[in-house]
């Protein structure tokens, strides 16, 4: 056998709407579609010049990307961003629910107003994406949803509730839509990172005993990269996953 392609793996000429997509995990999940062959829609909320930035590299891997503002947690924006991917490209078949925030405070000291931005960002904003892209999918007759979720929903964290609840409240819906739209051949999936090398942690990481700790705590010793989240997302939207559906994917280590 000498070719060694992978055409089961059915990402090549598809459309992908990444949201949070203009640095971190969303840039990396960017990256590996257009690798794939996969047209990308890179959202972003604030940073346009790295945004443009990463759709001008991936056009240069022979791929279609369209950079897009909006705030998903807001539905008529989220709606609008599902409206340009559709005039664009003609269809969505991917979407990874990546934009959220990670900000909290011990109950006492949290207010609404901090309660509300995680809540709406994460969590909120996951729904409205969501709703937004569904019905292009089922006229696609396919689909695949990835949500980028937390070790915090699953086991809570000290410090975060807001934060741990958005992601909690991400995997119950993730597995309410995966029964829901199996019928319709959409798959919905959720991954559920650990520690990763981020800007939204590098605070964090810049303390060398915690970040030592934060290593020692983790059976495989490091922490992880972008990349390594990003190809579990890709996996996950592949043919190669067409049977997983409802599942959370931890990647921590």
Partial sequence: MTDKRYPDLDLEGRVAIVTGASRGIGRAVVERFALSGTHVVVNYLKDERAANEIVSSVERLGVKALPFKADVSRPEEAEMLVVKAKEQFGRVDFLVSNAGIWEGASIEDMDETLWDRVIDINLKGTWAICKASIPEMRRGGFGRIVMVSSTSGQRGEAGFSNYSASKGGQIS?????????????????????????????????????????????????????????????????????????????NING
């Fill in 173 to 249: 819906l993730m597995k309410s839509l995966a029964v829901e739209l199996a019928p319709v051949q959409i798959n919905v999936n959720a991954v559920a990172p650990g520690w990763v090398e981020t800007e939204m942690c590098a605070e964090v990481f810049s303390n060398p005993e915690q970040r030592q700790l934060i290593e020692k705590n983790i059976p495989l010793g490091r922490i992880a990269t972008t990349a390594d989240i990003a190809s579990p997302i890709l996996f996950l939207c592949s043919g190669w996953a067409r049977h997983i559906t409802g599942e959370v994917l």
